[in-house]
Nanobody, 115 residues
Framework: QVRLVESGGGLVQAGGSLRLSCAAS????????MGWYRQPPGKQRELVAT???????TSADSVKGRFTISRNNAKNTVYLQMNSLKPEHTAVYYC?????????WGPGTQVTVSS
């Protein structure tokens, strides 16, 4: 089992920045990749960005140049740096980790961007 705990969400004005953190614990050596998803109000959950154990990343076109995913392997933590935030970025942001056979999710952290 892998346990994920997100932090760093909150209320920010448009144009501001936030950094989300996701700390992993448990069977962390089974993790192949981690990532961030978000679920805006009334919409489906969508991919934001992913990062593999060796470092390559992917991100949704809508956040390229604005959001950056990174990881600190020593701390078993993945980060999402979000800059130039807009009201449409308001969502619950979820951390995800995948092993060879399973996916694990954190409880989510609310990000609200005011105009």
């Amino acid at each position: 089992q892998v346990r994920l705990v997100e932090s760093g969400g909150g209320l920010v004005q448009a144009g501001g920045s936030l950094r989300l953190s996701c700390a992993a614990s448990g069977n962390i050596f089974s993790i192949n990749a981690m990532g961030w998803y978000r679920q805006p109000p009334g919409k489906q959950r969508e991919l934001v960005a992913t990062i593999t154990n060796s470092g390559p990343t992917t991100s949704a076109d809508s956040v390229k140049g604005r959001f950056t995913i990174s990881r600190n392997n020593a701390k078993n933590t993945v980060y999402l740096q979000m800059n130039s935030l807009k009201p449409e970025h308001t969502a619950v942001y979820y951390c995800m980790a995948v092993t060879r056979v399973l996916a694990f999710w954190g409880p989510g952290t609310q990000v609200t961007v005011s105009s």
